[in-house]
């Protein structure tokens, strides 16, 4: 059974960072694509970072390109996102997912972001 | 960004009938189009892919169809665990963006 468990959420001041992980099981991690996707409290859900199986590729798009990086450890079947310069509009439920390049198949059960002072 | 208009909204259904959501497109995304189901508190579940492909597990009263630049999600006899929020998600470009979402409720 596909297992994605993230961890590292929390209250953070704007302009810190934190660091999200996803521990994952149930299948052979280093095959797949993975992904972050986020959800603001009561809205849609938003794309946020994929990386390629090595971890040599890493996409994002513009509203966290620059302050967010994707990475993993295909030794410890993880996957990390590291979030700098936070924002209060970055308050959401990130969902670690894995990603078939043009959508998410497994999805975890997300941990929430709040950015507030 | 391609954006991607679903609708309704919302809408109130009785259990057995039909109900059918649409997502369009803003240009061609081809097939690569997905939908998923969200319960409150929960994480989404992938329902279909390739505009018309069932994911695993997922009952056969979903469907999912296309019409050039609009798709649609039917579900052929509405049941008690069905309601929810439904999003689809367009995957033929970066950024993928999703719908804005439909909240289906049981009348």
């Known amino acids: 059974e596909v297992q994605l468990v993230e961890s590292g959420g929390g209250l953070v001041q704007p302009g810190r960072s934190l660091k999200l992980s996803c521990a994952a099981s149930g299948f052979t991690f280093s095959n797949y694509y993975m992904a972050w996707v986020r959800q603001a409290p009561k809205k849609g859900l938003e794309w946020v970072a994929t990386i390629s199986t090595s971890g040599s590729r890493t996409y994002y798009p513009d509203s966290v390109k620059g302050r967010f990086t994707i990475s993993r450890d295909n030794a410890k079947s993880s996957l990390y996102l590291q979030m700098n310069s936070l924002k209060s509009e970055d308050t959401a439920t990130y969902y670690c997912?894995?990603?078939?390049?043009?959508?998410?198949?497994?999805w975890g059960q997300g941990v929430m972001v709040t950015v507030s002072s | 960004d391609i954006q991607m208009t679903q609708s309704p909204a919302s809408l109130s259904a009785s259990l057995e009938e039909i109900v059918t959501i649409t997502c369009q497109a803003s240009q061609d995304i081809g097939n690569w189009l997905a939908w998923y189901q969200q319960k409150p508190g929960k994480s989404p579940q992938l329902l279909i892919y390739?505009?018309?492909s069932l994911a695993d597990g997922v009952p056969s009263r979903f469907s999912g169809s296309r019409s050039g630049t609009q798709y649609s999600l039917k579900i052929s006899r509405l049941q008690v665990e069905d309601p929810g929020i439904y999003y689809c998600?367009?995957?033929?470009?970066?950024?993928?963006?999703f719908g804005g979402g439909t909240k289906l409720e049981l009348k």
């Open positions: 997912a894995t990603d078939r390049q043009d959508y998410f198949d497994y």
């Open positions: 390739g505009a018309t």
């Open positions: 998600l367009q995957g033929y470009s970066a950024p993928r963006t």
